[in-house]
C-alpha cells in the first residue's frame, strides 16, 4: 500500500527538518551526524530512506560534507576524533623523532654505568692495596721519607 500525497509530504518536510537539526549541531543522546540518525529523527526507517528519499538522504550528506569541508562541524564527536587524530599524528611523529636520540642516551648511560663501575673497581682494589701496605710494620713507614723534621715520627694509623 502506497502513500498518500499528504502522507508522502508530511514525511518529507520531517526528513528535511531532521536534516536541518542535525547540520546545525542538534545531534539527539545517542545519536550522531549520520544518516542511520537522520532516518531516526525523521520518525522513518533507514531503509525508505534509501529507497524512497534517496535524493534528500544525498542531499543530507552532501551538506554534511560541504559543512565538513568548510571547517564546520556539527557532531561534537566527530570534532573530536578529528582533533584526537591530529593530536596522536602529532604525538606519533615526536615519538619517531625522540626514539633515536632515546636510544643514544640509553647507550651513553650504559656507557657511563660500565665506567663508574670500572672506577669503583679500581677505587676498591687501591683501598685494599693500601690497608695490605698500613698493615706491615712500623719500621717500614718510618724508614719511608716524611721530610727532615720528621725523623723518628711513627704516623697514625689511618681510618
Known amino acids: 500500500?502506497?502513500?498518500?500525497?499528504?502522507?508522502?509530504?508530511?514525511?518529507e518536510r520531517r526528513i528535511r527538518a531532521?536534516?536541518?537539526?542535525?547540520?546545525i549541531g542538534q545531534i539527539p543522546p545517542g545519536g550522531a551526524c549520520d544518516v542511520k540518525t537522520l532516518a531516526r529523527e525523521a520518525g522513518i526507517s533507514r531503509a525508505a530512506l534509501y529507497r524512497t528519499w534517496g535524493h534528500l538522504q544525498d542531499e543530507f550528506e552532501k551538506r554534511r560534507?560541504?559543512?565538513?569541508?568548510?571547517?564546520?562541524?556539527?557532531?561534537?564527536?566527530?570534532?573530536?576524533?578529528?582533533?584526537?587524530?591530529?593530536l596522536n599524528q602529532k604525538l606519533t611523529s615526536k615519538l619517531a623523532r625522540t626514539h633515536p636520540?632515546?636510544?643514544?642516551?640509553?647507550?651513553?648511560h650504559q656507557l657511563a654505568l660500565s665506567v663508574l663501575a670500572a672506577k669503583d673497581d679500581e677505587l676498591q682494589r687501591l683501598r685494599r692495596q693500601r690497608s695490605t701496605c698500613s698493615g706491615t710494620s712500623p719500621a717500614f713507614v718510618s724508614g719511608q721519607r716524611q721530610g727532615d723534621d720528621a725523623k723518628g715520627v711513627v704516623p697514625l694509623p689511618r681510618r
Open 65 to 86: 560534507a560541504a559543512a565538513w569541508s568548510a571547517g564546520e562541524q556539527s557532531d561534537p564527536r566527530e570534532a573530536r576524533i578529528a582533533r584526537l587524530r591530529d
Open 1 to 11: 500500500m502506497g502513500l498518500s500525497a499528504k502522507q508522502r509530504d508530511q514525511a
Open 18 to 23: 531532521a536534516i536541518d537539526r542535525l547540520l
Open 101 to 108: 636520540e632515546f636510544n643514544q642516551l640509553k647507550e651513553r
